[in-house]
Structures are given as C-alpha cells and as structure tokens.
C-alpha cells in the first residue's frame, strides 16, 4: 500500500526527492483528518498509478478547514515546481 504516497512524477522516472516528499506528505495530511489510508477502497496496482498521474486525489471531507485543504491540495499538485516547500508544510 504505499503506491497512494508516491508522486506522480516518480511513476515516470523521475527521483525521489524533498519535493516529491511534499507529496507524500500532503497524503499523511490527508490520512490524519480522515482517519483512512488514501485510496483504502482500492486496489494498489497499475490502475491506481494511472488513476493518480490523471490526477486522481482522495476526496477532502467538508469538515477539514480551508486553510487545512487548500495546504493539502497544494502539496498534491502534479507539477512539483508547483508545490510548498518542506519548511513552509
């Protein structure tokens, strides 16, 4: 089950790296307001890896505050350049 913590970017050959740890972490965020494993309801094969380099994330529930799901959100983004630095996370 750790396919939902890798970075999309990794399936395609990039290297890990403290910005695809980011990712990771916005998922570990994800896993601690749930209170699930990210994409419990699945099976963790290819056909997730192609679900999430489509862009496929779990769903923020209504009760996670904004600032909370806007931060989540911004470590999923699936441009690395694009996401939060560790220190800022």
Do not use: Q
């Not at 395609?12 to 740890?21: A, L, Q, R």
């Not at 699930?36 to 290819?46: G, R």
């Not at 999430?52 to 799901?69: F, K, N, Q, S």
């Amino acid at each position: 089950g750790v396919i939902p913590y890798i970075a999309p970017e990794i399936f395609n050959g990039s290297s890990f790296s403290k910005i695809t740890d980011v990712y990771s972490m916005g998922m570990i965020m994800w896993e601690l307001t749930t209170g699930c494993k990210p994409f419990a309801n699945v099976k963790h094969d290819h056909n997730l890896i192609y679900k999430i380099l489509d862009g496929e994330r779990p769903v923020i529930t209504e009760d996670t505050p904004e600032c909370y799901a806007n931060l989540m959100k911004s470590c999923w983004d699936p441009d690395p350049k694009k996401r939060p630095s560790i220190k800022k996370v």
